[in-house]
Structure formats: structure tokens, C-alpha cells
């Protein structure tokens, strides 16, 4: 069906994709072309989502960080026209208490600030040690198993897992089901009823917790939310939230980096080699953030809502329009990172957009920046000979959460 590109000036015969774009099964680690080609020919265009509806689609790097810092953009889910990630979120949204992941300024700065602390990059450095630990552990435990191993639930499960649940005080006993809820509440494929029921099932549990850190506190996040409901500071159902998001989004995030990325350097063993070999934390710290901008795992765009006319790229969003950012086609964009399919771990690549940008950008940023530190260089050290077990066409990827992963890595030494 010939779709038009409603409202976009001049132009009533272009048609309109529909987002997310499939990948090429080929080149898995490339934004899919369609994307690509808007970021160079059309830059503020539009597609079509889920529900038939056609938000604003923002590609160019300068754009994404000139509109995720405009007040005129609104999280606020609840708004009519919002471009909501899949039917599940927009079934919720109305029901769904106010969190910083739906809320602006002035309350989402008051918000942030209650949860800021633990993520601060003073904490998370102090926590590098016990990453190494759990890091160092989990090898310990690869190399005794069987060769060849699963990397994904050997190692990228586990570590952002285990880290989470001691910061946030979850027992890590708990893993299988919160991270089965967790992917199924994210998965775009649930319908809303399972999503539903899994992010009330995550709910349920994280409330239960809160209350007992009420009368038992440790020295933990929940704990921390816990009094400041018993402060009077926030409600309970707003800290069973906080927690449920911080659960999901600190340890689904950084269990897809860690076996992507050793793809991405088995496939590129100049670069592996690059991190294997040094000692210098400034080369490793680079190489997490080209990882971060080559891979840049949340492929299914940052959504906004504009609350005023907003103009950008000769266009005109109006008030009450749906925005949707790429960030992987803003970190592909070659006005910005030049050959951007070329992994370059020595390339300056600091200024990518993986973790989003302006009030939103991602809280655990510093844990998953030392998470990929800590695993990244300690992995290729201590098992140089790491490579596939099967052929790289045989590895699946799963495209069906709001962050790309693998299913499966299986590797031999
Ligand atoms: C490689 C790992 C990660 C990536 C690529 C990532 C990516 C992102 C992105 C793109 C956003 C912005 C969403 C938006 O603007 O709408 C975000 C927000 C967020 N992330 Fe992450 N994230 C990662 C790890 C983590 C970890 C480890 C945690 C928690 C411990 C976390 C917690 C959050 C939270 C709570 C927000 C919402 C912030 C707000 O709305 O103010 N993330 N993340």
C-alpha cells in the first residue's frame, strides 16, 4: 500500500516504512538499511509503528542531541498521540505510577535525584573491585565446565545479575524469575496480557521486598527507597516501580553487551587483540565506548511527544506529534563518526548517543561503563584463545526486546 509521508512539506509520495526495520541477516551488527538511508538522504522523516500511527523519525546525530535536551519534549506517556514501544506500553501507560522513565522537569529531576546516589561514578568505582570478583568467578567457573560454554549464561547473564542484586539488595537466588518477567514484560512480541501479568508479577515481588527492608534494612537501594517511603518522600507503589525498572534495566542491558561485544571482536581479531594486550585503562575505557556506539543495543528508538511546535531540519513538528529517536542511526551517522561500520576501538567515540542524552540519559551509564571495563578486559587475558565453537551464520540473534542480544554464544578455548 502506497502510504504518503503526511506532513512532510512537499513531499505526498515517498512512502512511509514501518519501524522497527528488519537488520540484514548478513551484516547483523548494521542498522537496518532503511534506516541508513534515511539518516543520509532524509534525516527528520517519518514511519509507521505498531498501532498505524507515524511519528516524527529523528536520525542525524546533531538532532538527537539538540532534541533530547528541548523541554518541548515530553516523556509523559499518558499523553494522547504518545509513539508508545509496543501495544503492552501503551495499555499501561494511564496505570503506570509516575517514575523518572515517564516523567519531565520539574518532577522528574526530583525524582532522579532520590535514586542518583548508588550510580554516581564516585559509588560505582568503588564497587569495581567486587565486579572483578564476580567477573574473575564466573571465568573460574567457565574454564572448570564444559568446553565448549555458553557465553551468554555463563558470563553476560550473570555478572550485570549478580551486581544489580547486591546494589539494589534483590537475592540473586530470585534470578530465574525476575529475569524471565523481565523479558517477557520488554519483549515486543508479548501480548499486553502477558506483559501485563509479568510486570505485575515483578511488582508484586519488588513491593514485597520494600516491606520487608522496612522493618530489615541493609545497606541497599531498596533499602534506601524504603525509608524514603516511610519519609513520606515517595509512595510505595512509586518505589516498587523505581526498583522494578532499575532491575530490569541493569542487568538486561549489560547481558547483551558482554557476549555481542566479544562477538563483534571475535569477528574483528585486530581489535581484540588491542584490548587483550593492554594494560592502560584509558585503552580500555575507549574501547567500551566504540562498542557501546557500534553495537548500540536499544535499536527500537527513545519516544518522545512534542508539547509546542518545535522546527528542525527545514520541518516543523507540531505540538502534540510523536518523536522517535534512533540512537543507532545517530551513532551510525557518518557526519559525525566517519566509516561508522569500521570498528575502531581507538576512535574517539565518546560523544555517541547508546546511553541517550539530555535529562533522560541512562542512570546506570557509570556500572554498565565499568561492568563492560571489567569483563571486557579481563576475558581476553585470561582466555586468550577464546573463539566460536560454530560457524558465525549459526549464532541467533534476538531482535525482539527494546535492547538487541544474542540467544545463545557458544564458544571453545
Ligand atoms: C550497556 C548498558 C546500557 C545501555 C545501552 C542503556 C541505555 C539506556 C538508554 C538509551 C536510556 C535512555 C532512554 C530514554 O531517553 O528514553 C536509558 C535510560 C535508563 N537506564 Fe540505561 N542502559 C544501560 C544500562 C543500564 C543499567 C546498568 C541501569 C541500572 C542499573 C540502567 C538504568 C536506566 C534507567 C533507570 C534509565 C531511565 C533514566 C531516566 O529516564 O531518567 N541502564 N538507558
Request: proline share 7%.
Amino acid at each position: 500500500m502506497a502510504d504518503t509521508r503526511a506532513g512532510t512539506a512537499g513531499d505526498t509520495t515517498s512512502p512511509v516504512s514501518g519501524y522497527p526495520m528488519p537488520r540484514d541477516n548478513r551484516c547483523p551488527f548494521h542498522p537496518p538499511a532503511g534506516v541508513r538511508r534515511l539518516t543520509a538522504e532524509e534525516p527528520v522523516s517519518k514511519v509507521r509503528i505498531w498501532d498505524g500511527s507515524t511519528p516524527w523519525f529523528i536520525t542525524r546525530h546533531a538532532d538527537h542531541r539538540a532534541l533530547l535536551t528541548d523541554p518541548r519534549g515530553s516523556i509523559d506517556e499518558s499523553r494522547p498521540g504518545f509513539p508508545h514501544m509496543t501495544r503492552g506500553r501503551a495499555e499501561t501507560a494511564k496505570a503506570t505510577p509516575k517514575l523518572i522513565t515517564n516523567t519531565d522537569a520539574p518532577e522528574h529531576t526530583r525524582l532522579r535525584r532520590m535514586v542518583n546516589l548508588p550510580f554516581t561514578v564516585k559509588k560505582v568505582e568503588a564497587l569495581r573491585p567486587a565486579i572483578q570478583k564476580i567477573t574473575d568467578d564466573q571465568i573460574d567457573a567457565m574454564l572448570a565446565g564444559p568446553d565448549p560454554a555458553d557465553l551468554v549464561t555463563a558470563l553476560g547473564l550473570p555478572v550485570p545479575t549478580l551486581v544489580i542484586s547486591e546494589l539494589l539488595g534483590v537475592p540473586y537466588a530470585d534470578h530465574e524469575f525476575f529475569h524471565h518477567n523481565s523479558t517477557v514484560a520488554l519483549r515486543h512480541d508479548s501480548s499486553a496480557e502477558q506483559a501485563g501479568n509479568a510486570g505485575g508479577a515483578l511488582f508484586g515481588y519488588l513491593d514485597g521486598l520494600i516491606e520487608q527492608k522496612m522493618t530489615t534494612p541493609a545497606d541497599d537501594m531498596l533499602s534506601e527507597l524504603a525509608a524514603r517511603v516511610q519519609a513520606g518522600e515517595m509512595t510505595r507503589a512509586e518505589a516498587a516501580t523505581m526498583g522494578v525498572a532499575v532491575l530490569i534495566a541493569g542487568h538486561e542491558t549489560s547481558a547483551s553487551m558482554i557476549p555481542l561485544g566479544t562477538l563483534a571482536l571475535l569477528q574483528h581479531p585486530g581489535q581484540l587483540a588491542v584490548l587483550r594486550d593492554t594494560e592502560d585503562p584509558k585503552v580500555v575505557a575507549a574501547a567500551v565506548e566504540e562498542l557501546l556506539r557500534y553495537l548500540t543495543i536499544v535499536h527500537t528508538g527513545v519516544r518522545r511527544i512534542a508539547t509546542e511546535d518545535i522546527e528542525v531540519g527545514g520541518q516543523v513538528i507540531r505540538a502534540g506529534d510523536g518523536i522517535v529517536f534512533d540512537l543507532s542511526a545517530a551513532n551510525w551517522d557518518a557526519g559525525m563518526f566517519p566509516e561508522p561500520e569500521r570498528l575502531d576501538l581507538s576512535r574517539a567515540a565518546r560523544q555517541h548517543v547508546a546511553f541517550g542524552y539530555g535529562p533522560h540519559q541512562c542512570l546506570g551509564q557509570s556500572l554498565a561503563r565499568v561492568e563492560l571495563q571489567v569483563v571486557y578486559s579481563t576475558l581476553y587475558r585470561r582466555v586468550p584463545t577464546l573463539r566460536l565453537a560454530v560457524p558465525f551464520e549459526e549464532i541467533e540473534f534476538a531482535f525482539e526486546g527494546i535492547a538487541y542480544g544474542l540467544r545463545s554464544l557458544p564458544v571453545t578455548w
